[in-house]
Antibody, heavy 116, light 107 residues
């Protein structure tokens, strides 16, 4: 059963960037669609985008298009989300998940706090 | 963007009750809808996909129905472990969006 383990909490200043990792346990990582979703405290989840592991095929939500980059490292079976130009509104828990529509397996979440 | 609206926002019911949550889409999404359960401090857990398909390992007291713009999640015989927030999510066109959530409590 797929397990996704994310990196630890981050505290960042406005205008900087954050890079979160998501390590998959499944032997078959290639061609897996890795999704990223964030959730601010007390709010609904917000879809960020996806990447097909092992490829440069990506799809980003328009809200994040200019500031996000999703990548994968096949040698370590790890997905990464890089979000730049951080602002206070980006404070949220960021989740990775797998699936090409519905999201079947989720990481535990990474809290990103943006504060001066 | 397609707007997803859930009702009610909070649902209080007794153990053993049958509860129903509704999710409405602002336009036709066919059957491209999922339901998630989220307990406090945890990641969402997939319950239902393509509107009515039960995810492996999810108890059969959970069921989903609907097509087009109106969907329901039903929990038969509410259990203590069902206390959580429930979200619908469409994946018909980009960007995918979620409902605002329904919090289920025990009366």
């Amino acid at each position: 059963q797929q397990q996704l383990v994310q990196s630890g909490p981050e505290v960042k200043k406005p205008g900087t960037s954050v890079k979160i990792s998501c390590k998959a346990s499944e032997f078959k990582f290639g061609s897996t669609v890795m999704q990223w979703v964030r959730q601010a405290r007390g709010q609904r989840p917000e879809w960020i985008g996806w990447i097909v592991a092992g490829s440069d095929r990506t799809k980003y939500a328009p809200t994040f298009q200019e500031r996000v980059s999703l990548t994968t490292d096949m040698s370590t079976k790890t997905a990464y989300m890089d979000l730049s130009s951080l602002r206070s509104e980006d404070t949220a828990v960021y989740f990775c998940a797998d699936g090409s529509g519905s999201l079947g397996h989720w990481g535990q979440g990474t809290l990103v706090t943006v504060s001066s | 963007d397609i707007q997803m609206t859930q009702s009610p926002s909070i649902l209080s019911a007794s153990l053993g009750d049958r509860v129903t949550i509704t999710c409405r889409a602002s336009e036709n999404i066919n059957r491209w809808l999922a339901w998630y359960q989220q307990r406090p401090g945890k990641a969402p857990k997939l319950l239902i996909y393509t509107a009515s398909s039960l995810e492996s390992g999810v108890p059969s007291r959970f069921s989903g129905s609907g097509y087009g713009t109106e969907f329901t999640l039903t929990i038969n015989s509410l259990q203590p472990g069902d206390v959580a927030s429930y979200y619908c999510q469409h994946y018909h066109i980009y960007p995918w969006t979620f409902g605002q959530g329904t919090r289920v409590e025990i009366k």
